[in-house]
């Protein structure tokens, strides 16, 4: 089983920074690691991704602010936020899979089997 833990949320305000943290116990060598998105009402939106192989993919409204890294050490995923706008307000959830196809944001909440708490992010005007 694998269990993942998001931290690092909170409340800034627009052009602000911040780096979420998912602490993961993944020990699968071929996986797929992203952060997802959701707002009330909404289905999850991936934002970026991450795989075994160190690829990463954004999301368009991700590109050129957001930057996803491993610390494969650690066991630790993180998600650098800079810039930040108010339609980023979100929870944010980390979630993991083994199968490496397909790893790209555009991949649904459903193609992946272990998720984490989330963490709300807020972002003022």
């Known amino acids: 089983d694998v269990q993942l833990v998001e931290s690092g949320g909170g409340s800034v305000q627009a052009g602000g920074s911040l780096r979420l943290s998912c602490a993961t116990s993944?020990?699968?060598?071929?996986?797929?690691m992203g952060w997802f998105r959701q707002v009330p009402g909404k289905e999850r939106e991936g934002v970026a991704t991450?795989?075994?192989?160190?690829?990463?993919s954004y999301a368009d409204s991700a590109k050129g602010r957001f930057t996803v890294s491993q610390d494969n050490a650690a066991n630790i995923l993180y998600l650098e936020m800079n810039n930040l706008k108010p339609e980023d307000t979100g929870t944010y959830f980390c979630?993991?899979?083994?199968?490496?196809?397909?790893?790209?944001?555009?991949?649904?909440?459903?193609?992946?089997?272990?998720w984490g708490q989330g963490t709300q992010v807020t972002v003022g005007t």
């Open positions: 993944n020990k699968y060598s071929r996986y797929c």
């Open positions: 991450v795989d075994s192989d160190g690829v990463t």
């Open positions: 979630a993991a899979d083994r199968e490496t196809l397909r790893c790209t944001p555009a991949r649904g909440e459903h193609d992946y089997f272990y």
